[in-house]
């Protein structure tokens, strides 16, 4: 007779399947089904969710604004409407006055690392400031740069300029440069340029080709400045109602390693894509000098005061909180000095 043997994992699986009812998940974006984030980053992550819950988490996924605007997916996860969404929560300005200190420029060198970083960082305020929901996973870009129809080179050349900020923080740093921020989702921002409602945009190099603002913005600040985190969150209703087994498996899936793990091809496609427009002889890239350099930060500091204000008048230390994100940095390699 023959005979066959079950690993560790398989008998694990046949438990949790066996054990708890079969839920499928909404999970709700807006981002378009072919960016580098569904396709490296939530397709495998559902995988192996579904996997290690012996098939009985699945997911149906509506992307691309489908259930609702990208601004809107905090509140559509908060009240069900979604089970899980992934949200940008600087598209919410002064909502969670925290976790702007993501998007305040000069903080990280890279958003694969930083990922990591940020995860472990927020672990300490999420409850509080996303107390009606699930905190699961963070997911920045790589270092967001200046765009433009013309050259920018330094602060002074944004005076007078109308740009697409990628969020409120960064909004707040165009304001601060003279230039009027455009607020509009990432999806939206090439035909803000295409109609001159824009004249630049701030994005990572992979927004150039995903959402085609390149065929817009000929001339790139080559610059890393500032990152733009989305966070992966639950409907607490729903985790709630997971088996225990099935909440074990969510669990293991949203840790600061993971959000690492489903960062890493967003990191990877950003940049081809840069390589891709230094090769593009119909692109200008500029390379700030040091002294350059030391004036875009000097003209950032307003930002960061600003951001402190922000967080003491919400209740908490200001200083406390950025050495406490300038720690994780640090101990993840990618603290921008």
């Known amino acids: 007779m023959k005979r066959t ?19 499928t998940l909404r999970f709700a974006h807006w981002l378009p089904p072919q960016h580098a984030v569904p396709q490296t980053g939530m397709a495998p992550w559902m995988e192996s969710i579904t996997d290690a819950s012996g098939g009985s988490i699945t997911f149906e996924v509506f992307p691309a604004q489908q259930l609702g605007a990208a601004p809107d997916h905090y509140d559509m996860t908060r009240d069900g409407i979604a089970d899980i969404g992934y949200v940008n929560p600087g598209y919410n300005a002064g909502r969670f006055p925290i976790f702007e200190l993501v998007g305040v420029p000069f903080l990280a060198n890279d958003g694969l690392n930083a990922s990591k970083a940020i995860h472990e960082w927020y672990l300490d305020y999420a409850d509080k400031e996303m107390s009606d929901v699930y905190f699961c996973l963070v997911n920045p870009h790589e270092p967001g740069r200046f765009h433009g129809k013309n050259e920018i080179k330094v602060p002074a050349d944004v005076k007078g300029l109308s740009v697409r900020p990628a969020h409120s923080t960064m909004a707040r740093f165009v304001n601060s440069l003279g230039g009027s921020s455009v607020q509009v989702p990432a999806p939206e921002a090439r035909e803000a340029i295409a109609r001159g409602t824009a004249d630049a945009v701030t994005f990572p190099y992979e927004a150039m080709k995903i959402f085609k603002i390149g065929e817009e913005t000929k001339f790139h600040n080559d610059m890393p ?90 209740g908490y230390d200001p200083d406390a909180v950025l050495e406490g994100m300038r720690s994780a940095l640090e101990a993840n390699g990618t603290l921008n000095k």
């Open 225 to 314: 400045l500032y990152l733009s985190a989305q966070v992966i969150l639950f409907n607490k209703a729903t985790y709630d109602g997971l088996s225990a087994d099935q909440k074990k498996v969510i669990d293991d899936h949203c840790t600061p390693e993971w959000s690492k793990q489903f960062s890493a091809g967003w990191t990877e496609y950003d940049t081809n894509v840069r390589q891709e427009i230094m090769n593009d002889p119909e692109h200008t890239v500029y390379t700030p000098t040091a002294e350059e350099i030391a004036l875009w930060r000097e003209a950032a500091v307003p930002t960061l005061e600003a951001w402190k204000a922000d967080v003491k008048n919400a």
């Open 5 to 23: 043997l079950l690993t560790a994992a398989a008998v694990c699986m046949s438990v949790v399947g066996a054990q708890a009812q079969d839920v």
